[in-house]
């Protein structure tokens, strides 16, 4: 079972830029797919980006295109979101997922779950 911690939350005006980390141990990294959720105050938590075991396949969520980078090391069994051009829109609280069911592949989380989880990290974006 692998277990995630996410980091580099915060507080930033609208324009700004922010990079999310999510660091993983208790199982082989590179054997996971891993993504991004969000959940806005109210709101379902809904998918951000997702990248799979080798990075071969990428995908965001439309209203993040162009503005956020999904990525990961494998050496260093973490995950990365570079975010920038942030919104207002943006705030949420951001969450890490890991799913091995199919890792080469990243469709399970468009569809919005995956088998793990991390606690989340608040992003806050001030207009």
């Known amino acids: 079972q692998v277990q995630l911690v996410e980091s580099g939350g915060g507080l930033v005006q609208a324009g700004g830029s922010l990079r999310l980390s999510c660091a993983a141990s208790g199982a082989t990294f590179s054997s996971y797919a891993m993504g991004w959720f969000r959940q806005a105050p109210g709101k379902e938590r809904e998918f951000v980006a997702a990248?799979?075991?080798?990075?071969?396949?990428?995908a965001y969520d439309d209203s993040v295109k162009g503005r956020f980078t999904i990525s990961r090391g494998n050496a260093k069994n973490t995950v990365f979101l570079q975010m920038n051009s942030l919104k207002p829109e943006d705030t949420a609280v951001y969450y890490c997922?890991?799913?091995?069911?199919?890792?080469?592949?990243?469709?399970?989380?468009?569809?919005?779950?995956?088998?793990?989880w991390g606690q989340g990290t608040q992003v806050t974006v001030s207009s």
């Open positions: 990248i799979s075991r080798n990075g071969g396949r990428i």
């Open positions: 997922g890991a799913d091995r069911k199919d890792p080469g592949d990243v469709q399970v989380f468009q569809k919005g779950y995956c088998d793990y």
